[in-house]
């Protein structure tokens, strides 16, 4: 299963690669598949020495950087992205995604709405009918407000968790923007007016649903990949 789900990513990275040659302005997102993306940019070095990138975390920076490619940070960038690639916690056909698995929603989704194209790429294991049915869905929340969030959130029947960390450090998840997140385990029906309460609530500085900020999703197999857009 893990090989075959490995092969799946690979085969989606190779894909979105297509899309990147003629970009002058290129965001790069964060996890495993677009780990396999960056080595893949890695491996033809020479093409996109002359190109900029932007990144949705610290560690796809580092990442990059390790590269020695040209890496700006947004506050100092006036053009937008051509194109920003990205991973996905869950996609469905009708382009909505969960997505923040990785801690980095809030910059992830501004890179998503500044970007000219948004292409995800993901293994076939994400792909759902309904969003949350296998992954929770984050919300990046200000330490201040933190108690008063999860209480409200937990008044609304939302089954939230503060996430905790797991390996190198106790205590909650702080993002690279130093937020906190709270992960609702939920079916969800109905994506924009979820978003809509939540984004109602202060203390919520973003939310994991991505609505309305896919133009593509590559979804990869083992032996093929199947691409979606609107």
């Known amino acids: 299963m893990d090989s075959l789900v490995e092969k799946a990513k690979e085969m989606a990275a190779s894909k979105a690669l297509n899309y990147l040659y003629d970009a002058e302005i290129i965001g790069v997102g964060t996890g495993s598949t677009v780990e396999k993306l960056i080595a893949k940019i890695g491996l033809e070095r020479d093409v996109f020495s002359a190109k900029v990138f932007v990144s949705s ?3 796809t920076l580092i990442k990059l950087q390790s590269l020695g490619l ?15 690639v990205d991973g996905a916690d869950e996609v469905t056909r009708n382009l909505v995604l969960i997505k923040g698995r990785g801690g980095a929603l809030l910059r ?3 890179l ?6 948004r292409i995800y790429i993901v293994d076939y294991t994400k792909l759902v009918s309904v969003l949350g049915e296998k992954k929770p869905l984050p919300v990046e929340v200000v330490p201040y407000a933190l108690g008063w969030v999860l209480s409200e959130l937990r008044r609304k029947k939302l089954n939230p968790k503060i996430r905790m960390c797991r390996n190198g ?3 909650p998840v702080i993002t690279d923007s130093g937020n906190t997140i709270i992960d609702l385990y939920i079916k969800i029906q109905d994506p924009e007016s979820l978003e809509k309460e939540l984004k109602r609530i202060p203390g919520i ?9 896919a133009d593509m999703i590559i979804v990869g197999y083992p032996d093929k990949v199947d691409v979606i857009t609107p």
Do not use: C, M, Q
Request: proline content about 3%; glycine content about 6%.
């Open 169 to 171: 450090k106790d205590g």
């Open 70 to 84: 040209k890496v700006v940070s947004t506050e100092f960038l006036i053009k937008k992205p051509d194109v920003y």
């Open 205 to 213: 500085v973003e939310t994991g649903l991505f609505i309305n900020l």
């Open 57 to 59: 975390s610290y560690d």
């Open 112 to 117: 998503a709405y500044f970007s000219k194209k």
């Open 108 to 110: 992830e989704k501004i």
